[in-house]
């Protein structure tokens, strides 16, 4: 690949959505615990994440999601604020702790009572309520009886799908169980930078397992209690590998990368199996997918719909920056990501908006027949807010728009992409970043709460608004 050429600046951010189908979906996206705060409010416990924001040095700055956006007490303001941009839906998630204190037993009613509010007030707005029911606020509880390396957590969160979808599921058609399980099996397990905050590969990789364990068993729940034919999917976060050369041992790397970063979710799902070349892959660093008996068949449970989160890809190569291929000291094969020198977001990834066409394209060719849709795309940019609270934002319009435009460079390249959230709607609380990196569309300004759309939000609600008058609607 030659990605010093993909990333040059929107020419135009006007004709993004050119080429897009009249039925195409918009929507932003949020997660409960990145907005909603009222932590100790209503009967929630706490999850991993709270806990996680009290370790010191875990969080930039100490934050946490005890206030967040107060998202729970702003909900009606926020939902006029959706609708005023005119997108169709609106993705959030539920946070388990708020409607299953502790992670067991029956749903807490007050809790569940406010997602029932925010649906009745997308409905009253239509706006499309898009649910995710994982978003990685596992009960606390449930992390000190084992967390996702423990299989019991699995069938845990398949309890939990069911009392949301006993709650909701009369106004609700689109339901996604986890969003990123590569997050909250890798950041969470393995690298311990997100909750738990544990360093254990093979622990990681017995919690992929009970992650898409979880999926299927919830997938299986979620039909058999929905009042009516629901659209099921799951979240990926996923990017291109690209080998840095033609290299055998480059091409093997960029394997290895989409392997562990993609393959091992997307085949399990999708094709009824775990890929080969991983699982030994997997056995050379002494870890193994602790399959039983019938699992893959729940968790290949038939999907209506691919969420993928797209920010960023990578190139990789096989040998150190100067020298031969050789093993890692570990006694693996050795990878590493090279740099690309492209303009970078505030999270320092790079700007690679064809990594996402033709990861789209390469998604409709191996597993043909899933509907996508891009859940997540977006970027941190360091805002300068004017003393009005507007923001300038070409910077994150660029993004968007170049984003966009890849989207339907896929779609006519054959692939079946049917909608795109913005993430996020509003600044949050961005993880193990704190309040520092801002995703919004909308910026909030964290001393006072006030919400101010930022130029990238005009313009996105401009955007699907003309496309909208193209359709017709
Ligand atoms: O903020 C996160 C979100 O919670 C999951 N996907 C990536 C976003 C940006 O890091």
């Given at each position: ?57 875990a ?33 959030f ?5 708020r409607v ?18 925010l649906?009745d ?7 499309l309520?898009w649910?995710t029911?994982?978003h ?7 992390e ?19 009392l949301?979808m ?11 169980t ?25 622990e ?18 979620l039909?058999?209690?929905a ?6 999917g799951i ?9 840095a ?5 480059d ?37 193994e ?15 209506d ?29 050795f990878s ?7 303009p970078?977001?505030?999270m ?13 394209v ?7 027949g ?6 997540e ?20 319009t ?39 990196k ?11 709460q ?5 130029r ?18």
């Amino acid at each position: 690949m030659d990605a010093t050429t993909d990333s040059r600046p929107a020419e135009a951010a006007a004709d993004a959505a050119a080429g897009l189908p009249a039925d195409f979906l918009w929507g932003v996206a949020t997660s409960a615990y990145q907005i909603e705060g009222a932590h100790e409010e209503d009967g929630r416990t706490p999850s991993i994440w709270d806990t996680f924001c009290r370790v010191p040095g875990a969080v930039v700055g100490g934050e946490n999601g005890d206030t967040a956006c107060d998202h729970y007490h702003r909900m009606p303001d926020d939902v006029a604020l959706i609708a005023g941009l005119g997108v169709d839906a609106y993705r959030f998630s539920v946070s388990w702790p708020r409607v299953q204190p502790g992670g067991r037993g029956p749903a807490n009613a007050r809790g569940l009572a406010f997602y029932d509010r925010l649906v009745d007030e997308l409905l009253a707005k239509d706006v499309l309520p898009w649910i995710t029911l994982y978003h990685w606020d596992l009960p606390q509880e449930l992390e000190d009886a084992g967390g996702w390396p423990a299989r019991d957590t699995a069938h845990r969160f398949a309890d939990f799908a069911e009392l949301v979808m006993d709650g909701l599921g009369d106004r609700v058609r689109h339901w996604t169980t986890l969003n990123e399980p590569w997050c909250s099996a890798m950041l969470g397990y393995e690298q311990g930078v997100h909750a738990p905050g544990r360093k254990d590969f093979p622990e990681a990789i017995r919690a992929v397992h009970h992650l898409l364990l979880g999926h299927g068993l919830a997938a299986q729940r979620l039909r058999a209690a929905a009042p009516e034919p629901i659209q099921l999917g799951i979240t990926l976060n996923m990017g291109t590998a690209y080998p840095a050369s033609d290299r055998a041992a480059d091409r093997d790397a960029a394997r290895r990368a989409d392997g562990l970063g993609a393959r091992i979710y997307l085949d399990p799902l999708l094709r009824g199996r775990y890929p080969a070349d991983v699982v030994a892959d997997l056995a050379l660093a002494g870890a193994e997918l602790p399959v039983q008996d019938g699992d893959l068949e729940l968790i290949a449970e038939p999907l209506d719909l691919l969420g993928v989160n797209y920010y960023s890809s990578h190139v990789f190569s096989g040998t150190p920056e100067h020298g031969e291929p050789e093993a890692a000291p570990t006694g693996e094969p050795f990878s590493r990501i090279v740099p690309q020198q492209l303009p970078v977001t505030a999270m320092g990834w790079d700007i690679i908006p064809r990594g996402l066409t033709d990861l789209l394209v390469r998604l409709g060719r191996d597993y043909p027949g899933l509907p996508l849709y891009i859940t997540e795309n977006g970027a941190a940019f360091d805002d300068t807010a004017a003393p009005d609270g507007t923001v300038e934002d070409a910077d994150r319009t660029a993004y968007l728009a170049d984003h966009i435009r890849a989207v339907a460079a896929a779609r006519t390249a054959g692939a079946d992409v049917r909608g795109y959230f913005a993430w996020s709607l509003m600044d949050n609380f961005e993880w193990a970043y704190g309040y520092d990196k801002r995703f919004g569309l909308v910026r909030v300004d964290y001393d006072t709460q006030r919400r101010t759309p930022k130029r990238s939000a005009l313009w996105f609600s401009d955007t699907v608004r003309r496309h909208r008058e193209q359709r017709g609607g």
